[in-house]
């Protein structure tokens, strides 16, 4: 089973951030969080992935809880080829788990 | 970063015939790699794990008969739907392990008359 828990959907307008959620209240202290994305049709695409501190590439910033039981995934100016499913996953990092998805949030990005 | 390509990205096929999809590791090499199923509005279920040079793994209610999985070499792991139904048809997507990240293909549609 998936180890985290997402809304299931959102809507956001275009132009403004888009901030998902993602609760893990039983993530280990050697697993990470990654975040995916996929936009219909398509494989998922990686978009970025942290332990304990705040993270941020091109794509998007990751904030985790000091606790780490949650995170947040900020798109700081969600455009409409933003609106795909989100998927917040845990697992060790170096490891060759298996990837587990949940459901996921469907974003909606709004003109 | 790492590129994970899957052929054919559709195929049509006879309810009873046999389809191949190919995953491929383009530009590193892959141990491990992973085959997903995905129902339309659903998430992807992990169907079993091929690891090179050995026999696949398996999930739960997924019937290594009907779904064989060869992985020959480090860049490339094969799915035969055997005797394929139209409840296989689906979306199926593969990935690849790289140094920390799994790498997905873009899948392959199958749909099955």
């Known amino acids: 089973d998936a180890k985290t828990t997402q809304p299931p959907s959102m809507d956001c307008a275009e132009g403004r951030a888009a901030n998902l959620p993602c609760n893990h209240s039983?993530?280990?202290?050697?697993?990470?969080v990654y975040w995916y994305r996929q936009i219909h049709s398509q494989g998922p695409q990686y978009i970025i992935h942290g332990l304990k501190n705040n993270e941020t590439n091109e794509m998007a910033s990751l904030i985790i809880t000091e606790d780490r039981k949650s995170s947040t995934l900020i798109l700081p100016h969600a455009t409409l080829r933003d609106t795909a499913v989100y998927y917040c996953?845990?697992?060790?990092?170096?490891?060759?788990?298996?990837?587990?998805f949940g459901p996921g949030t469907s974003l909606s990005v709004i003109p | 970063g790492a590129v994970v390509s899957q052929h054919p990205s559709r195929v049509i096929c006879k309810s009873g015939t046999s389809v191949k999809i190919e995953c491929r590791s383009l530009d590193f090499q892959a141990t491990t790699m992973f085959w997903y199923r995905q129902f339309p509005k659903q998430s992807l279920m992990l169907m079993a794990t091929?690891?090179?040079?050995?026999?696949?793994?398996?999930e739960q209610g997924v019937e290594k008969d009907k779904f064989l999985i060869n992985h020959a070499s480090l860049t490339l792991s094969t799915l035969t739907v055997t005797s394929a139904h139209p409840e296989d048809s689906s979306f199926y997507i593969c990935?690849?392990?790289?140094?920390?990240?799994?790498?997905f293909g873009p899948g392959t549609r199958l749909t099955v008359l």
């Open positions: 996953i845990v697992r060790v990092g170096t490891s060759y788990d298996k990837v587990i």
């Open positions: 039983t993530i280990s202290g050697n697993e990470y």
């Open positions: 990935s690849a392990q790289g140094d920390y990240l799994q790498y």
């Open positions: 091929s690891n090179e040079g050995s026999k696949a793994t398996y």
